[in-house]
Nanobody, 124 residues
């Protein structure tokens, strides 16, 4: 089974930065897409960013383009999310997820494995 563990969340003020990391274990991810989703209090979980493990191609939600960068470290088997220029609306629990490359990158249903999440709080 694939295991995902997020880390790096915390409390920051608006305009600050955080770097989230997702440590993976289990099968290799050469044919997988790794995604970040977030869920704000009382709201649905939504897509943030995704990366294809094989070639590191990326996709982003419009709300984070230009501010967030997703990357992967094949040696460490981690996927990272660098978050800059954070806004209060970025406050959420952030989840790492893994799914098949050939499914839609933005759909929560495309991902089979999920981490427990890490809290990001941006104060105004």
């Amino acid at each position: 089974q694939v295991q995902l563990v997020e880390s790096g969340g915390g409390l920051v003020q608006a305009g600050g930065s955080l770097r989230l990391s997702c440590a993976t274990s289990g099968r290799t991810f050469s044919d997988y897409r790794l995604g970040w989703f977030r869920q704000a209090p009382g709201k649905e979980r939504v897509f943030v960013a995704a990366i294809r493990w094989s070639d590191a191609s990326t996709d982003y939600a419009d709300s984070v383009k230009g501010r967030f960068t997703i990357s992967r470290d094949s040696a460490k088997r981690t996927v990272n999310l660098q978050m800059n220029s954070l806004k209060p609306e970025d406050t959420a629990i952030y989840y790492c997820a893994a799914g098949m490359v050939y499914r839609t990158y933005f759909s929560q249903d495309s991902y089979y494995h999920w981490g427990q999440g890490t809290q990001v709080t941006v104060s105004s």
